[in-house]
């Protein structure tokens, strides 16, 4: 079996150079990373009860899947976590490898996904930001996950609710009015209710800690985090 869907890996691969481009096709990401770093720091911090001010997640082992150019890893690892971030797109691992460099931040980028993860220890935290829409099978996909994640470890997952709402917002209008995102960026068929992602997390030792949603304000121009679920939600699972 295989989370990888070759379609939208491709897909990502097509668009790889423009990772750090703010202006360019993940300008959506880079609008709303500060909101969901944010979000991941104070969980973290919170829960291993954290006192490091200077970097304040020191000491934690990240896993960031589906990491992409390195948009959510590399301030991970700004913040002190020791961070492995991997991709099944070789085009992505291989941006997120030369940005990191020219940092001079220490992360460790594989070309995997996390069932073919050859790494024997398991993670403090594990970040799903916006990648189980993507994937192949999403149960096989969340399995494979949780073996990676420590007992008491976190797993972060965002996401797209699965709406009438969410296809006029996400798919009409963030594609096809606004040109926020390229056409196709999104299928709705693939997007997740909560329940549903509760219910498959459950049978893989994963009890939910916090669910979020994540609402863009178009007077503002910014995002935030709101009680509203209807279109992006993130939630914080607890492996038992």
């Keep these: 079996m295989t989370s990888v869907n070759k379609k ?9 150079n423009e990772w750090w481009d703010p202006e360019g096709k993940f300008k959506p990401l880079h609008k709303f990373n500060p909101t969901r770093i944010k979000y991941i720091k104070e969980h973290i911090i919170n829960n291993f009860k954290l006192k490091n001010k200077l970097r304040p997640l020191s000491g934690i082992n990240i896993l960031d899947i589906g990491c992409g150019g390195g948009l959510l890893s590399e301030p991970m ?6 961070v492995t971030g991997i991709d099944a797109s070789d085009k992505n691992i291989k941006i997120a490898k030369l940005h990191s460099n020219k940092n001079k931040l220490k992360i460790n980028y594989l070309c995997s996904s996390p069932e073919k993860l050859k790494i024997t220890k398991k993670f403090d935290v594990i970040l799903n930001m916006e990648i189980v829409e993507h994937v192949e099978d999403i149960d096989f996909f969340l399995k494979s996950c949780s073996k990676l994640l420590k007992k008491n470890g976190l797993m972060f997952v965002a996401t797209i609710n699965k709406t009438l709402k969410s296809y006029i917002f996400a798919i009409v209008g963030a594609e ?15 997007f997740v209710k909560p329940e549903d992602l509760k219910k498959i997390l459950i049978k893989y030792d994963l009890s939910l800690g916090k669910l979020d949603g994540m609402n863009f304000n178009i007077v503002k121009d910014e995002w935030s985090i709101s009680r509203d679920l209807s279109v992006n939600y993130i939630g ?3 492996k038992n």
């Excluded at 690892?77 to 020791?82: E, F, L, T």
């Design 8 to 16: 939208e890996i491709d897909k990502f691969s097509k668009m790889a």
């Design 77 to 82: 690892s700004r913040m002190g976590a020791n």
């Design 176 to 190: 096809y009015v606004l040109r926020w995102l390229p056409i196709g960026t999104h299928e709705w068929e693939k």
């Design 236 to 238: 914080k699972f607890i």
